[in-house]
């Protein structure tokens, strides 16, 4: 199998969240090979994606901040 690059768009809501409590925000122990204290964002995403938490109207999870800060800007209305 070989595999394919793909670049993309996405418009997220997003909230800075450690590993740790987002975790604890779902309802989920952190493995024991993760560090809770990871920086990172809950992304919500706006353009598809069954929402996957009562709360959200979209799809969410948890990004890294390296990750997510490489791969999204703050958009200024």
């Given at each position: 199998?070989t595999?394919?690059?793909y670049?993309g768009?996405?418009r997220?809501?997003?909230?800075p969240?450690?590993?740790?409590?987002?975790?604890?925000y779902?309802?989920?122990?952190?493995?024991a090979?993760?560090?809770?204290a990871?920086?990172?964002f809950?992304?919500?995403?706006q353009?598809g994606?069954?929402?996957n938490?009562p709360?959200?109207?979209?799809?969410?999870?948890?990004?890294?901040?390296?990750?997510?800060?490489?791969?999204?800007?703050?958009?200024?209305?």
């Open positions: 199998m595999p394919i690059l670049e768009t996405k997220v809501l997003a909230i969240m450690t590993r740790g409590a987002y975790n604890e779902r309802g989920w122990t952190v493995p090979n993760e560090d809770p990871d920086a990172g809950l992304v919500e995403y353009d994606g069954k929402a938490d709360r959200h109207a979209g799809y969410i999870s948890w990004s890294p901040a390296d990750v997510f800060e490489r791969s999204y800007r703050e958009v200024q209305s």
